[in-house]
């Protein structure tokens, strides 16, 4: 297996390109910012309720930012990967080695992922820094669960926009796929549930209840994505750490889809499907 | 054992018809030139045995492996000079020879094959900058990494210039005595000629011939020409020579005479002049321009 070789070349590689430097400079600056905005301009509601932010509800509010911006980093370092290999003719370098298309595809990923890594921990680095400084009760276990989360959460759409580079053979059908993906599970995906929720109710909303059928099945569609699997996964860990109440609370007699660990595996099934039918793909097509 | 086996193998895209049952062999040790103009199908036949493209029909076997069910495993002792290929513009020539190695398993130093290939000044440089010629040089590196059984250079001379093809001849010569096949294409066949055991000549996706250089001359007959410089040319002479047998032109400039004939010809050639009374004061044979052998089997009909 080479998939180390290749992803070590795609990390040196992507690793000096310009773009992520600029990438690096914004996600430094937004995670900053969004500390900044969180903790003095519009702190959560329940903050003005106990008049305390706390690294649990500084989180919280991040997390609506952090849930756009990160996929948006992951997919403009990963887009490009196979499909632009495609494109210049390098790849033909890469298949002239002894390398499988397994090898190349998990090569991409892993390499791609380090680079994302990159990028996020000096951004979380800053944003920690301004954390630290802002928020009343600071505490350093949360705020680094909340960056591992994250990291797992940048680690899907670096799939995602791996998988879609592997699956076609134009950087510009790649980067549509990709985006397309995100704008789909950030957007569109709400509306959706909603959508299927309402045709499985025979096309109205009148009756849905919390925890019949339809209601969980609205729930179930609704943390299949991506991004409010991040969000619940995320909350979850923190509540973990912080020994919140509500941590016990969610937990219960409610079906397990509604537990908050499932977000994991959610965010697990996110990373391997994209990879295995991109490859799929790729396995099958003349280079 | 043949180093690459190719068995009626056929390929299209689309509605091209690429490969059309394209049998060849070529055997352990030997230097082959693959032929054919542009677009006749030697990347795609390269690209089977290589795996970037899968054939439709047929068998295509490497280093006695199956060219799709064991690609890795070929690729693990081939080293391939791809066409049209890029290369990591941030990387420096370092890092991509460390790269092949990596990925070859190899336990190679950089250095020396960047050394073998002239590019040992430009070990450090980004290959970003690098010129048309010194990409095909640090490609080549990369593909003597791990001292492969085989070599499959596809163009390789594209881009070089003179000096950089003729080292390029010297690299391929010193690894076929070392006992490593190599493979290489050209629309050119000046250029595999000085190299090349055996060639093979590719047209719209059929192999036309496989023979040595002599061989594809003797086929294509007709090929060599006799030019005899006499004292004066008897009056006759053109007439008298062109009745003989086997003789199938000639032409007469001042005191020297063309005489196109086959080479067991030659000497009765010169026979007939002597009786006629001229006095050959030289001779020597050309042989047909290559140009002419590759354009006689890629575009006449044969």
């Given at each position: 297996m080479s998939w180390q070789a290749v992803a070590e070349k795609d990390f040196r590689d992507a690793l000096r390109s310009r773009l992520l430097i600029v990438l690096t400079v914004l996600f430094a600056l937004f995670s900053a910012g969004a500390a900044y905005v969180v903790t003095e301009i519009d702190p959560p509601q329940q903050a003005a309720f106990t008049g305390e932010v706390t690294t649990f509800l500084l989180i919280v509010g991040l997390l609506q930012a952090t849930a756009v911006f990160i996929p948006i980093v992951a997919i403009a370092v990963a887009y490009r990967s196979l499909a632009g290999e495609r494109e210049s003719g390098s790849l033909k370098l890469l298949m002239s080695l002894p390398n499988g298309r397994l090898d190349v595809v998990l090569g991409k990923f892993v390499g791609r992922s380090g680079v994302v890594a990159v990028a996020l921990f000096v951004g979380f680095a800053v944003g920690l820094v301004v954390t630290a400084s802002l928020a009343d009760a600071f505490s350093a276990p949360e705020y680094i669960a909340f960056v591992g989360v994250s990291m797992l959460f940048a680690f899907v759409f670096v799939a995602i926009a791996v998988g879609v580079s592997a699956f076609t053979a134009s950087t510009s059908r790649a980067a549509y796929g990709s985006f397309g993906l995100f704008v789909v599970f950030q957007f569109l995906w709400g509306v959706l549930a909603q959508g299927i929720a309402y045709a499985a109710n025979g096309f109205s909303?009148?009756?849905?209840?919390?925890?019949?059928t339809i209601f969980n099945l609205f729930q179930l569609i609704q943390i299949l994505s991506p991004t409010t699997a991040y969000q619940q996964g995320a909350r979850w860990v923190i509540r973990l750490i912080a020994e919140e109440q509500e941590a016990q609370q969610?937990?219960?007699?409610?079906p397990f889809f509604i537990q908050d660990w499932f977000g994991f595996i959610v965010l697990a099934v996110w990373i391997v499907v994209p990879l295995a039918v991109g490859y799929a793909r790729f396995e099958a097509s003349d280079l | 054992m043949a180093a690459i086996e190719l068995d009626g193998v056929e390929k299209s895209f689309g509605d091209v018809r690429?490969?059309?049952?394209v049998d060849l062999e070529v055997e352990d040790g030997e230097i082959f030139g693959f032929l054919g103009p542009n677009g006749a199908g030697k990347s795609t036949t390269i690209n089977v045995l290589l795996d970037f493209v899968r054939a439709d029909a047929g068998s295509v076997r490497v280093l006695g492996r199956d060219a799709r069910e064991d690609s890795v495993a070929v690729r693990e002792q081939t080293g391939v000079l791809p066409e049209g290929f890029d290369l990591y513009?941030?990387?420096?020539a370092r890092e991509h020879v460390a790269f092949a190695i990596d990925s070859k398993g190899a336990d190679d130093d950089p250095y020396p094959l960047l050394q073998r290939v002239g590019l040992q000044d430009a070990a450090?440089?980004?290959?970003?900058?690098?010129s048309t010629g010194m990409r095909q040089r640090l490609a080549l590196a990369m593909a003597l990494v791990g001292d492969p059984d085989l070599l499959i250079l596809d163009?390789?001379?594209?881009?070089?210039d003179p000096n950089g093809a003729r080292e390029l001849r010297e690299i391929v010569q010193q690894e076929a005595d070392d006992g490593t096949t190599v493979f290489f294409s050209s629309h050119i066949l000046g250029q595999v000629e000085a190299v090349c055991d055996r060639v093979g000549i590719i047209r719209e996706g059929e192999l036309v011939a496989v023979d040595t250089i002599e061989g594809l001359r003797e086929n294509v007959g007709g090929g060599s020409t006799l030019v005899v410089e006499v004292d004066s040319v008897p009056d006759d002479a053109e007439h008298k020579l062109k009745s003989l047998d086997g003789v199938s032109e000639v032409a007469v400039d001042g005191t020297t005479l063309r005489i196109t004939c086959e080479d067991d010809m030659k000497m009765e050639a010169i026979q007939e002049l002597e009786s006629q009374g001229a006095d050959v004061s030289d001779f020597s044979t050309e042989e047909a321009p290559l140009e002419d052998l590759f354009a006689a089997y890629t575009e006449d009909e044969k």
């Open positions: 909303f009148e009756g849905i209840e919390q925890g019949d969610a937990a219960a007699d409610a | 690429a490969l059309r049952g513009d941030r990387l420096t450090e440089r980004k290959a970003g900058g690098f163009e390789p001379s594209s881009g070089l």
